[in-house]
């Protein structure tokens, strides 16, 4: 009897060590994906398994026991570790290019005090002021001509006190306070600078400041030709009779011009008529604008 129990497990480790080495072959099968022609095999083992249960004195090991310890359950496949890092890496680069970029064009919008004195100096050379000579690079760099009446409300801005010449601390000042420390925000800000001059307080306060900011300092009053440059810049294309105001300028014997005077031309312009049918004589105007008056009317006759 003992002779029959251990053919019995003979047997049985037999067809169970059978039945792994098929089930191992088909899970291979399985994740190659080569299962179709499998039928017989999965008949083979149909059969086997019908024989190991009619093996009925055997209750060490019933065959779905078997089946669980041949055959796991299948896992779903993780990616690579390699190929995790990898999108994780690709993923982290993008983030952070476009946080770099972000933070960069962020720190260029807001105004550095450092910037703006780095750009002074690229004008300046070694000096504390620029001159001329740097001057003329600037308005280069910038598309703006010298004599351009932009340039005039940008030294407004900057209160500059001398022609030609920004000192250190006039450009710090102004430059701050237009929020520019590069060529390409200032070169941005010159159509705001132009609308300066659509708004007659800040018109009016840029033309008195052109008086003083265009005469020589050691003197009160501005000499005529640069009067006559100063006055075509400020009203050359407003005022319809500043041709012949020119012209009678520059027959005059009127060798410069006072800030009274000066400041009357600009009143004159917004508030008289084009044919001075509203100028009174006996008015409060100097008398360099009723000698205009009378030149010009007497002109008229001629």
Known sequence: ???????????????????????????????????????????????????????????????????????????????????????????????????????????????????????????????????????????????????????????????????????????LKGMTSLQCDTTEKLRNSLDYLRSLLNEPTNFKLIYRYAFDFAREKDQRSLDINTAKCMLGLLLGKTWSLFPVFHQFLEQSKYKVINKDQWCNVLEFSRTINLDLSNYDEDGAWPVLLDEFVEWYKGKQMT
């Not at 450092?114 to 000579?133: H, N, S």
């Not at 003329?136 to 006190?161: H, R, S, T, Y």
């Open 1 to 171: 009897m003992h002779s029959d129990g251990a053919a019995v497990n003979f047997q049985l480790n037999s067809h169970l060590s059978t039945l792994a080495n098929i089930h191992k072959i088909y899970h291979t099968l399985n994740r190659l994906n080569l299962t179709e022609d499998v039928g017989q095999d999965d008949h083979q083992t149909g059969e086997r398994l019908s024989k190991i249960r009619r093996i009925g004195s055997l209750r060490s090991c019933s065959s779905s026991d078997c089946f669980s310890k041949v055959m796991p359950p299948r896992k779903k496949r993780r990616p690579a570790a390699g190929d995790d890092l990898s999108a994780k890496k690709s993923r982290h680069d993008g983030m952070y290019r476009k946080y770099d970029s972000t933070r960069i064009k962020a720190e260029e919008e807001v105004f550095s005090s450092k910037r703006c004195l780095e750009w002074f100096y690229e004008y300046a050379g070694t000096d504390d002021i620029v001159g001329p000579e740097g001057m003329e690079k600037f308005c280069e760099d910038i598309g703006v001509e010298p004599e351009n009446v932009v340039m005039l409300v940008l030294a407004w801005k900057l209160d500059a006190q001398n022609m030609g010449y920004f000192t250190l601390q006039e450009w």
